[in-house]
């Protein structure tokens, strides 16, 4: 995306010049209102990218080319009637509205998009509880899902009953803890010179540790991520603590 956002800016500046040129040949049969529904339209179209840049391209460019082509006097950026005036301000303002309703929409997407891929993570270890698997392919699913989870270099499981002293630790709540001090993992990151022991817990009782790797490029998962990295743990040492599964060596 970021190798074509030179062409989409390009792209989001010059299709009002090419309308506004086109509409300023046909004026006659084209009101100023009809041309700035046309410019917000191709506003829209920008904003669809995802990019706020690209989308406020379009919107100045809409603006600029509309007073230019389509508001007396013509061919000077310069306008006398004040309806021209608001109509050319509202087209600029209600670009940019038009452009953070699209960007706020794409986020919302993303989120449930997102939600939906924790769901099916929890759903689908449940199952593998639910079917008796080996407690290794559990683990390993486990460990898979939280390394994608939180976007880190690694995960692996350790059978044990207790923390290892002064590690960093991702608790019940989805915090971390590094020698008793709360990490701001939103602003510095998880901790990258340890590993962050993620216990499997059931009941208050450790059955097994998650050793999880972000040693190689600074991730700052969100709250919500690690709750649920939290929780797909907790379902292996739930399983441990039934003994729905056999011990792993």
């Known amino acids: 995306m970021q190798r074509l956002r030179p062409l989409a800016l390009i792209i989001a500046a010059g299709l009002p010049l090419l309308w506004c040129a086109l509409a300023a040949q046909i004026r006659g049969h084209v009101t100023p209102a009809t041309a700035a529904l046309v410019l917000v339209l191709l506003v829209v179209a920008a904003a669809a990218t995802g990019d706020r840049m690209t989308g406020a ?3 100045v460019s809409g603006g600029v080319w509309f007073d230019y082509f389509l508001t007396a006097p013509f061919h000077h950026l310069r306008i006398n009637d004040s309806d021209d005036v608001e109509v050319t301000a509202l087209l600029v303002i209600v670009g940019f509205a038009v452009t953070e309703l699209a960007l706020w929409g794409r986020r ?3 989120k449930a998009s997102t939600r939906a891929g924790y769901l099916h993570g929890v759903l689908t270890t449940s199952q593998v509880v639910a079917g008796k698997s080996s407690s290794t392919e ?3 699913q ?5 390394t994608d989870l939180l976007d880190v270099d690694a995960c692996r499981f350790v059978a044990a009953h207790a923390l290892p002293p002064n590690s960093a630790v991702l608790g019940p709540d989805g915090e971390v803890t590094a020698r008793g001090t709360r990490v701001n993992v939103r602003v510095d990151g998880l901790p990258s010179l340890e590993e962050i022991v993620l216990p499997a817990q059931h009941h208050g009782a450790v059955h097994g540790l998650f050793l999880i790797t972000a040693a190689t490029e600074v991730t700052r998962p969100p709250l919500e ?3 649920v990295a939290v929780l797909l ?3 292996v040492g739930a399983a441990y603590a039934t003994d729905t599964l056999d011990p792993r060596s």
């Open 57 to 59: 391209v379009a919107a």
């Open 108 to 110: 919302q997407q993303a």
């Open 138 to 140: 559990l683990a390993d």
């Open 142 to 146: 486990v460990a898979d899902l939280i």
């Open 225 to 227: 991520q690690r709750q």
């Open 233 to 235: 743990a907790n379902q």
